[in-house]
């Protein structure tokens, strides 16, 4: 008979969670790095030697991905290639109700996705060296982001 304390028992015992709203500034259109402002506004990361960050953008217009954190010219190359793939104007759209980037916008959302989930390890966001994590701002007129940041771990 086994008698070590099971390792998922010791989990759940000393197990922690944070949860933030983060309220980004309006950005203009386009790829944004954001890594900074996301870990400045959770402090506490430092304090989880293992866990998980869940990221929620809460809206339908814009996107979250990990991306090159170094070279601003993947990011002005990702709004190229979405502006190309979904392009304004098209006649069939019909939710056009606030301008031609509307719809575009929702479907941009739809293809890139609205939430990031990244592991904590040793205090740290356990990216990869080149990585950082990237707003999609998909309108011309957007204002504030809010993100829903859960933050798990020991």
């Not at 479907?107 to 989930?117: A, N």
């Not at 904590?120 to 990237?134: F, N, P, S, Y």
Request: glycine share 6%.
């Amino acid at each position: 008979m086994n008698l070590e304390k099971p390792t998922w028992k010791s989990v759940l015992i000393n197990n922690s969670w944070y949860c933030e709203k983060i309220t980004l500034r309006p950005y203009a259109r386009g790829f944004h790095l954001i890594t900074d402002e996301i870990t400045s506004a959770l402090p506490q990361i430092k304090h989880f030697e293992v866990g998980l960050l869940h990221l929620m953008l809460q809206h339908t217009s814009a996107s979250l991905t990990i991306n090159e954190n170094a070279d601003p010219s993947v990011r002005r190359d990702l709004e190229s290639f979405f502006n190309h793939t979904v392009k304004e104007n098209s006649t069939y759209f019909t939710h056009t109700y606030e301008g031609p980037d509307d719809m575009p916008a929702h479907i941009k959302s739809s293809l890139l996705g609205c939430q990031l989930t990244i592991p904590v390890q040793r205090g740290k966001l356990a990216l990869g060296t080149w990585q950082g994590i990237t707003l999609g701002e998909h309108r011309d007129q957007a204002g504030p982001r809010s993100i829903i940041a859960t933050l798990q771990g020991q």
